[in-house]
């Protein structure tokens, strides 16, 4: 089930809300003097193509907007803990400034579930008076926020595995207080709530507890709550609706904010008494993800965005963007950016306000395109559309751009791509130095080589390349939560439950494994991902690469067939195994809708009611199926 949209006219906050909370918050920081842990849940199983390097190269922006938003509104004793950079970290270890946090949040997408479970569940072994107010976030709880509750004593199944997966000896109420399934706004809004009612040195989760009970939460759209019994296990969760949405990203806080609360990448259980220092930051973040913009105009049935969105385009300015760049690399000394992007090019009018505010802006006296290398995500229609603008858009700094290709044929999805208008897309911004990475999706009924025509994964593999592809992303058509195609998938039994034996895990649900098909012998499927990036990656091809490279960008091409053999061999490690079991057979489909075992009441907001009421939402999944790709376009 997507998001649901609120009243027409009410999707977006008033013009100016977001800075003015800030501002009211920062008044009262100082006698609250809050000490909060953002952390971010990876699970290593996950590291494979096509994402390989920029999994632990990139730092999050989600959880550095949440640890910005915060500090920006007083609240600075915040530090921001990547699991990817310190595996070994374990909340109920943490101190900051000597003291445990009053706040521990954790973000998490649905691939990493296990790992934001098993944290949740290590920061419930604080004792309770000393706890602090667990809050869950992220494309995770977004659409399925019922997941990181302790569902024990529903005594139910839960998604994927065990909902709880709580071990032995877990206290009763093991799971997250609140999840937020919205963005900065709805945090700092029930943190505004809880300060006031909180009495001076009181525990923040007893205030917490306390506004809950009198029914202060209910006013905040974006949240789900638990409602407890004696021993403090969920007996109820409260579903406030769909948030409102910032319009103006101008509004949010600066990225140099969340960049400076970075813990330091180590192997210890603990904090260090400092963030990590900017001048390191680089080292190992040495590529900041940037928000730009938020949104798409097409609607892809197996794809969350639109719907998350609300339909809306949000957009930062040209100038505010050239500030961020110009910041990040003045004062962390970046030069590589992404765009979270979902569409870059959605709107011709802002996307050429943006790169051509870039085009003529500078960093330390040079023009941008020598001082920063950018990519982001776009759409092959759109690409074509702007293509008199594509030397402005190089002219900004743009080295490579992401382009959802899915099928070439438009079998699969169609969205304005054919193979011809593919091949000119990326020969038209390879013509302008600017790597045009395709974003593909293999499905049943594509074989891995046709003889006649493009249908074949190689054949595209191929074709793609020969328009100037320097990489390759195949992933398998897998349902992605908060899509249209997501119920029917599972009520369908296209679903996976299980193969040979293994049960299919939500790290698993990344598209790389195939987990959902028709095909009578879907280990073929596997194996043709792996076939078509070993077609891509290889050291011929490298040898190639090093002679007559396809990017004019020194190295880029050998660069990435090195990257593209070592996450090959990854992706080949971690899914080889699954094939094996496919093949195998006793595969067990499933036909029930991931849902929450402990029971939801959802409050009737007047403003969703053109969308049915949350009322229908009935404890199922928030939102959509899942696109293979990993963002958008
Ligand atoms: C950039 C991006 C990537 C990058 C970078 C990831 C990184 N390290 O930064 C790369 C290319 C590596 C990537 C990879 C993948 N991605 Co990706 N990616 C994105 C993208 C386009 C932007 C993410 C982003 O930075 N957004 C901007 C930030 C500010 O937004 P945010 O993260 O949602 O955070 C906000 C709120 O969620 C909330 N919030 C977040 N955390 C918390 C925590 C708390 C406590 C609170 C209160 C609030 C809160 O507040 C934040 C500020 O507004 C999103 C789509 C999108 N537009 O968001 C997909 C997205 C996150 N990716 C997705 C997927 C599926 C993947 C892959 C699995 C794809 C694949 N098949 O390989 C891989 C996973 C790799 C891995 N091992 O982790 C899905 C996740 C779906 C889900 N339900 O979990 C998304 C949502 C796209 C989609 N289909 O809708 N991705
Ligand atoms: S898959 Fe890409 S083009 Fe389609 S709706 Fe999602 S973001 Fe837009």
Known sequence: MEVLRRARGDELLKPGELPALRERLRRIAPEHDLKSVVACAFDHRTRMLPFIFADLRMPPAGVRAVGAALADSGFDKTRIVLQQWNRAFAPSRMRLDGAIPDLFLVSSMQIHTAACKALIRDACRIDPEHRPLIIAGGPKTIYEPWDVFDAREAGASGVYGSAAQAGGGAPADCGADVAVTGEEFVLLNLLEVVLAVRAKGEPLRRAYARARDSGLLESIPGLVYARTNERGAPIELVDTGTQRLVGNLDELSHPVIGMRLLEAPSGAATLAARALPARRVSRYGSIASLVMTFGCKFNCPYCPIPAYNQRQHRVKSGERIADEFRRLHDEFGIRYFFGTDDNFFNSEERTLEIVETLAR?????????????????????????????????????????????????????????????????????????????????????????????????????????????????????????????????????????????????????????VVASESKRPWVKQLNILAAYLYFYNPVRLFIALLFPKSRLYLADAGMQILGMYGLIQTARRTLGWAFRLMRGGIVRRTDIPRSPIPIRALETPACADAGGLVALGGVGRQSANSAAAGGA
């Open 361 to 513: 802006s500078t960093i330390g006296g040079k023009p941008f395109r020598k001082r920063v290398r950018w990519g982001t995500e776009v759409t092959v229609h759109d690409t074509l559309k702007l293509r008199a603008h594509i030397p402005t858009v190089r002219a900004a700094g743009v080295r490579a751009l992401w382009l959802g290709v899915e099928d070439m044929t438009a079998t699969l999805v169609k969205k304005g791509q054919s193979v011809d208008k593919t091949t000119e897309a990326f020969q038209l911004l390879a013509s302008h130095g600017i790597c045009p990475m395709p974003m593909m999706m293999h499905h049943d009924t594509q074989p891995l080589v046709s003889r006649r025509g493009a249908y074949g994964l190689i054949n595209q593999a191929r074709l793609l390349r020969k328009a100037g592809a320097i990489s390759l992303q195949v992933l398998m058509m897998t349902p992605a939560t908060g899509s249209k195609l997501y119920d029917g998938a599972f009520t369908s039994g296209l679903v996976y439950a299980s193969a040979a034996g293994r049960p299919v895990e939500q790290h698993m649900l990344d598209a790389n494994y």
